[in-house]
């Protein structure tokens, strides 16, 4: 089974600032199954990232992904106060899925 | 537009069975793999298992195998989630969701969620 860790836990930056989060993989996991969600609080998680780098519909360029292997990256690039969030990243292999434990994401 | 609806908040003491369900439109339902996902109060989501509801396929997590039972009847568009025997710890939303594509890897239309309550 395959564990996921996201880093950091909480980050807090200012809008208009880079965040990058971080989902690393007990194991390699394959890259058109590493997927990025944001969940708002009382809300159903959304899609962001899928297939590691490729944008879910509707999402905004400042959201990309990056990554292979065990190492997999979600960059906001220019954080908006909208991006206050939770931030989980997602993969799924030998018909087995996971999450990993989320990272918070607070605006200033 | 592709929707999946689930059904409503329950109440329920330790000991009963329950039945919920995630009924999806706007698209052929067998086609597509459903996951459900728990999240306890305060907590992350965790992945729970998937049916894809042209075979009934279904995978569980080591963590809920056994525990709950994943189910689907394509002929109405519905699968469903049931315990037939809840405990306190059981007390969670449970969402539904549809996959992106015809794997069952990644997820793009979530329900609403249900939120189950298991208390004596």
């Known amino acids: 089974e395959i564990v996921l860790t996201q880093s950091p836990g909480t980050l807090s930056l200012s809008p208009g600032e880079r965040a990058t989060l971080s989902c690393r993989a007990s194991?390699?996991?394959?890259?058109?199954?590493l997927a990025w969600y944001q969940q708002k609080p009382g809300q159903a998680p959304r899609l962001l990232i899928y297939?590691?780098?490729s944008r879910a519909t509707g999402i905004p360029d400042r959201f990309s992904g990056s990554g292979s292997g065990t190492d997999f990256t979600l960059t906001i690039s220019r954080l908006e106060p909208e991006d206050s969030a939770v931030y989980y990243c997602?993969?799924?292999?030998?018909?087995?899925?996971?999450f990993g434990q989320g990272t918070k994401v607070e605006i200033k | 537009e592709v929707q999946l609806v689930q059904s409503g908040a329950e109440v329920k003491k330790p000991g009963e069975s329950l039945k919920i369900s995630c009924t999806g439109s706007?698209?052929?339902?067998?086609?597509?793999?459903i996951l459900w996902v728990r999240q306890m109060p305060g907590k992350g989501l965790e992945w729970m298992g998937i049916?894809?509801?042209?075979?009934?396929?279904?995978t569980y997590s080591p963590s809920f195998r056994g525990q709950v039972t994943i189910s689907a009847d394509k002929s109405i568009s519905t699968a469903y989630l049931q315990w037939s025997s809840l405990k306190a710890s059981d007390t969670a939303m449970y969402y539904c969701?549809?996959?992106?594509?015809?794997?069952?890897?990644?997820?793009?239309?979530w329900g609403q969620g249900t939120l189950v309550t298991v208390s004596s």
């Open positions: 969701a549809r996959s992106i594509g015809g794997s069952g890897s990644n997820f793009e239309f």
């Open positions: 706007g698209y052929t339902f067998a086609t597509y793999w």
């Open positions: 049916i894809y509801p042209g075979d009934s396929d279904t």
């Open positions: 194991q390699s996991v394959s890259s058109s199954y």
């Open positions: 297939g590691s780098s």
């Open positions: 997602q993969q799924y292999g030998f018909s087995l899925g996971a």
